[in-house]
């Protein structure tokens, strides 16, 4: 419920706070204006919640940010400008939810892959907190057709230096289509 | 509907000057007569995906410069809310009109009707740039390619890929099998028998140009209850 309370106070403000931020923000180009730099003062309100935000986080780096070399998970870094804060220790929350009972029950943090345990909804969900569907749609129209059928993360990835799908070339682009496109065709019927 | 100007003479000639309305009139015949096949083909609007592999594979067949486009796929304004909003797509690329307002009023000839294939196509050489079949065409499908100086078009890819025995570029090119292309002198053509089974229409059809280009309409989402 916390939790809920939470994402929707993130939500309100994001919605509130987006067109404010677009304007005071430097446009790289006209696909990059989906994201204003990511500001995420709006999700905390007052003292307590950052640090609750600051805790919840210290709890994600502790773990992750060596390689775990028994199981070999390796460590995890935000690299992207857009989704990295030092002033919120990362912010893995923002994205990944709190850490619950993690890692002793996967499911109760949220994941992004197409194999996750996070349902697909939840998933994009998550993405549709701070990106509008008007800027998804002003950004790349084919948000509008997939949203609902795949998830964010099977183009986008945020750990990356460079998110691979931002200001790809025309002729990738059609390749994406072409070879997703065909290989659904080939499955159909056997999914 | 009759606009054709050779037509136009043609009954001009048979109301004031006998002795040449038959004459004229051979030269329509002439262009309308196909021995052979006849090319069309479908874009099944219900199949696109607006990917646009059908553009860049056509340019690059056909070595169609940048700023000119043999065919274009446009979008349509988003039908419905996110996250349900979708697209239609139409494709805009010559029709092979078989009434071909383009050739009609090509005063070189350099427009044609090729004979054995029904296909319209453009002699680069015997053009000499008037632009009025830019003007003629109803679907504004013609262009002055910047490098031969000449009108130019799709022409099914009659010197490229057909030359060799392949399907056009666009077809070939398209992932989701949208596009069909064939004989529709062949019962047995796949062309002829998706027009059979399937709901099509033909674009500007009531200015009687008789285009080969035949649609599947993506029309869901068009009656709101
Ligand atoms: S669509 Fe235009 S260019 Fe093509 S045959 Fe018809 S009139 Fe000519
Ligand atoms: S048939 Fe050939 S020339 Fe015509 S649009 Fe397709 S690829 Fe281009
Ligand atoms: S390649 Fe096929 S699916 Fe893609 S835009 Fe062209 S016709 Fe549509």
New binding site residues.
């Given amino acids: 419920m916390r939790l809920l309370q939470r994402s929707l106070i993130f939500m309100s403000l994001c919605i509130l706070c987006l067109p404010g931020l677009a304007a005071g923000n430097k446009v790289v180009s006209e696909r990059n204006i989906l994201v204003p730099a990511a500001d995420f003062e709006i999700q905390v309100e007052n003292k307590a919640e950052m640090e609750k935000l600051i805790k919840e986080n210290r709890r994600c780096i502790r773990c992750h940010q060596v390689e775990r070399k028994l199981k070999k998970i390796p460590a995890v870094t935000v690299q992207g400008a857009a989704h990295g804060s030092e002033k919120f220790y990362d912010n893995c929350t923002a994205c990944h939810g709190d850490k619950g009972k993690h890692p002793k029950q996967d499911v109760s943090v949220i994941s992004f892959a197409a194999h996750s345990p996070t349902p697909l909804a939840q998933q994009n969900g998550q993405c549709l907190k701070c990106h509008t569907p008007v800027e998804l749609r002003k950004a790349e129209w084919t948000h509008d057709v997939h949203y609902k059928k795949i998830n964010c993360a099977s183009c986008h990835k945020l750990h990356d230096a460079v998110d691979p799908i931002i200001n790809i070339e025309r002729k990738s682009r059609i390749k994406l289509c072409v070879d997703c496109h065909h290989s659904i065709n080939e499955s159909q019927g056997e999914l | 509907m009759d606009y054709s100007r050779r037509k136009f003479l043609a009954g001009l000639g048979a109301t004031t000057m006998f002795a040449t309305a038959g004459v004229a009139g051979t030269s329509v015949i002439q262009t309308l007569v196909i021995d052979g096949k006849r090319y069309g083909m479908i874009h099944d609007e219900t199949l696109c995906i607006g990917c646009e592999a059908c553009v860049d594979a056509c340019r690059e067949t056909n070595n169609v410069p940048e700023g000119v486009s043999r065919l274009e796929i446009i979008r349509s304004e988003p039908r419905g809310e996110f996250p349900n909003a979708d697209y239609q797509f139409f494709r805009k690329s010559?029709?092979?009109?078989e009434d071909?307002?383009?050739?009609n009023v090509c005063p070189t000839g350099a427009?044609f009707i090729d004979k054995k294939t029904g296909i319209?196509d453009v002699h680069a050489d015997r053009c000499v740039g008037c632009m009025y079949?830019i003007a003629?065409?109803?679907?504004k499908?013609?262009y002055i390619d910047p490098v031969t100086k000449s009108a130019d078009?799709c022409n099914f890819c009659r010197d490229t890929n057909l030359a060799k025995g392949q399907l056009p570029a666009c077809v070939q090119s398209c992932p989701q099998q949208a596009l069909v292309f064939g004989d529709l002198n062949d019962p047995n053509s796949e062309i002829v028998k998706t027009l059979q089974q399937k709901t099509i229409y033909r674009y500007k059809k009531h200015l009687g140009?008789k285009?080969k280009m035949f649609r599947v309409p993506d029309l869901k989402g068009e009656i709101e209850l």
């Fill in positions: 010559c029709q092979h009109c071909a307002p383009c050739v427009s319209v079949c003629a065409c109803p679907y499908v013609r078009k140009t285009p």
